[in-house]
């Protein structure tokens, strides 16, 4: 757990905090052991289903009517050993109360999940019309498999229904945004960066709040139905099932105000003269050199423009660092990387595409920014210059 204070009039503070990832364990397997010694039978077949629910940002109540909150969510499906196959899942969420008081919501979907492995997505939960509030929600996702046993996990979140702000309906009165990813994957052991802003749209009241962070392991030992004791088959964890607060958090800077209007870093006038391809298939990537700028030391988004290629072509934006600040790539090491789908090739309109905020270093220093397409066909020519 850890907590930090702000005072906030009119304008926007961010801060960060900082989570271990998960610590991998072996299989933890409900398994009959040996009379007086021996080790445990492996199981015949261990399962497991785990369910990873997002606290969604503050959602403005709708005036005397049903309010619909989208959660987001990720199931995780396992298996080792001879096992039959997944057949679907479903995911409920309810909340178990509101603080101070007011309707509860709900929530259900299921989809098809023949296969292990993860599945992401959203759940709209509908809440009934009531006063501002907090709700704590139970979630659990049960898969079927295909001889008719059942594996579950559980987990809660809490959704905030907020009032608007005076004069703007659209937004929340007090606004948090998580500004990073909703999940971020981590190889156990390393770190993840979570960021969040803060803005009070108020405009003439100032507010002061206590800002709390834990972390829950949420994959747990999960539980299982429809399997015979004798059958030596059971469920099992992904990761260490132990309770409690198991992922240390710690909050990496103090929290400062907003940074000025961003500025745009652009090599472009206005007119597209050639497309480059390969001429032949393969993989192409292309990119552009900056200095930083000082106040602007973080990027937020990439743009770039497309030339013959087809929409729906998958692409990756990638932000790189200038170690030695000289201007030349081949040494560059990569800060961020995300994929997005051209949706406007051939047009000369930049797509834009949001990344995780990233430093690219102090005023001065040289970074990159370059679009990588791993698929490129001989009469492709996507690079628009």
């Given at each position: ?35 007086c ?6 199981p015949?077949?261990a ?7 997002v ?9 005397a ?17 001879a ?10 969420l ?5 603080v ?11 989809f ?54 005076p ?8 606004d ?34 206590m ?28 990761a ?13 800077e ?8 961003g ?17 032949n ?12 700028l ?21 692409y ?15 040494d ?34 040289s ?19």
């Amino acid at each position: 757990m850890n907590r930090s204070r702000v005072r906030s009039a009119r304008h926007a503070l961010t801060w960060s905090l900082v989570a271990a990832s998960l610590v991998t364990a072996g299989g933890l397997v409900a398994t009959d052991a040996e009379a007086c010694f021996g080790t445990p039978r492996p199981p015949a077949c261990a399962r497991s289903t785990t369910l990873l629910k997002v606290s969604p940002a503050p959602t403005v109540l709708v005036p005397a009517g049903a309010t619909m909150v989208s959660v987001p969510i990720v199931v995780r499906i396992a298996l080792a050993g001879a096992c039959p196959p997944p057949l679907s899942t479903t995911v409920t969420l309810t909340s178990t109360g509101c603080v101070p008081g007011g309707p509860g919501g709900s929530g259900s979907v299921t989809f098809p999940s023949g296969l292990p492995g993860t599945y992401a997505g959203s759940l709209t939960m509908t809440f009934g019309a009531g006063p501002a509030r907090i709700c704590t929600v139970v979630g659990t996702a049960t898969t079927t498999w295909a001889d008719g046993v059942t594996t579950s996990g559980t987990g809660d979140a809490v959704v905030c229904l907020v009032d608007p702000a005076p004069g703007d309906p659209s937004v929340p009165r007090l606004d948090v945004e998580r500004l990073s990813a909703d999940v971020i994957a981590a190889h156990p052991g390393d770190q993840a960066l979570y960021e969040y802003r803060i803005t009070n749209n108020d405009p003439t009241e100032t507010v002061e709040v206590m800002i709390t962070a834990d972390s829950e392991q949420t994959a747990r030992l999960g539980s299982i139905t429809g399997v015979s004791p004798a059958s030596g088959d059971g469920t099992y964890a992904i990761a260490d099932p132990g309770t409690g607060d198991n992922f240390p958090i710690a909050f990496i800077e103090d929290l400062v105000p907003t940074p000025p209007p961003g500025h745009n870093y652009l090599l472009s006038d206005g007119t597209a003269e050639q497309q480059i391809g390969l001429g032949n298939d393969g993989a192409m990537i292309w990119l552009n050199q900056f200095d930083v700028l000082p106040g602007q030391e973080v990027i937020t988004k990439v743009c770039a423009a497309f030339g013959t290629v087809p929409n729906g072509r998958t692409y990756s934006v990638a932000v790189y660092d200038d170690p030695d600040n000289d201007g030349d790539p081949s040494d560059a090491v990569l800060l961020t990387r995300t994929d997005a789908t051209v949706a406007a090739a051939g047009s000369g309109t930049f797509e834009e595409v949001v990344i995780v905020p990233t430093v690219v270093g102090p005023a001065g220093d040289s970074f990159f920014v370059g679009v990588i397409m791993q698929e490129v066909d001989a009469a492709d020519s996507p690079a628009l210059l």
